[in-house]
């Protein structure tokens, strides 16, 4: 018969129970992926007084009864398998974030990292894993600002693990830096490329409804959504003015596609536009459209829509990027001049850089495209190419010379 342990004040001691030769009780035992681990505590039990000096806490035995409970439900595992996934969930669960927001990084990691880097230990991610993963998307053709959000949803994960002490370093940090969003992603159209494909545009059948709205978004540099949500009343035909005050999106939330009214994040998103004569026109060919065939769609209390599908709903962005995508692949299967990939978001930074080449002062720019500061403007949305660089130069050529006569003593 075995000789039952027992403590200092002849207490028998459980199994895996142990006092050091210092007087601490310890407590061992193995996490669900069999790691050995240690629980300490100056007192057996709850009755029993704290040495002198030594700080509260709780007893060796309500230490194991709550270790016996995490290990129960699954609670306590290895550091070394908790998953980049666990860390992701966790990241959207703390953090705060619009609907369409919240949807569009499910949806990134879901189809993109889940079944990739998101299963995998975070402890055996390494940075060169993630950039071998950035690395191999772009090379697929995936855009910057795409790579972008994948870092948005990496860094902020791993960072939470570099919290916790289960890694020391966050392997996301500086993997974006071969990536630049400014890049030419998203370049404007020179004016020769926005006459290439108008006239591309004035070939198909259903030419009006695209050409009206394309020119619109130049006008006016409105986002996508802004454009959608325009009703009309948010439009002036005796002032000639556009409120833009709401978008309307169309995202998938908990789980099924729908538009939804958003109000602009700040308050530099609420303007008024001028219209410029073009935009004029533009708004008096819709309204002749709209008297004879009226939107009956409300979405989120918005109705009476500018802009329509021909069943009558507001404009589906996905179906004007199918139709701006058709044109360019169509045209690029002969033109030896090939035109860039262009989306709707193109019209926005093709109508900035226009009002640049118009030399519009910087401070009615930022309030035209309802930004905060001039910064994102002057980086991603104003672009410049020789021929405005060219026109600026010559500039100079007439300068008037400084007529001040010299004084002659």
Known sequence: MSKKRKDRKGR???????????GKYEFKYEDTDGERKSKYSWRLVPTDPTPPGKRQDLSLREKEKEIQQKLNSGLIVSPKSITLNEFFDLHMQIRTFADATRENYLYMWNHFLRDDLGKRPVTQIRKSDILRFYAKHKENGMANGTIHIFQKLLRPSFQLAVDDHIINENPADGCCKNYPEEDADKPALTEEQMEIFM?????????????????????TCCRIGEIVGLTWDNVDMKERTITIDHSILYRKINGKFKFYAKEPKTKKGIRVIPMTDDVYECMKELRKERLKRPSTVEVDGYKNFVFTSISGKPLYPINLNK????????????????????????????????????EVDL????????????????????HVNLKRVRNQMQKLNHKKPDDKEEKTG
Do not use: W
């Open 199 to 219: 006239n591309c545009l004035a070939k198909m059948r259903t030419k009006q409804r695209y050409d009206l709205i394309i020119r619109v978004m130049v006008g």
């Open 12 to 22: 028998i001691l459980k199994d895996n129970e142990y006092q050091r030769k210092d």
């Open 323 to 358: 139709i701006l995508y058709r044109i360019v692949r169509e045209y690029n299967e002969t033109a030896e001049e090939k035109l860039p990939r262009i989306s709707n978001h193109i019209f926005r930074h093709t109508g900035c850089t226009r009002m640049g080449e118009a």
């Open 363 to 382: 401070s009615s720019m930022v309030y035209i495209m309802g930004h905060a500061d001039a910064k994102r403007i002057q980086k991603t949305y104003d």
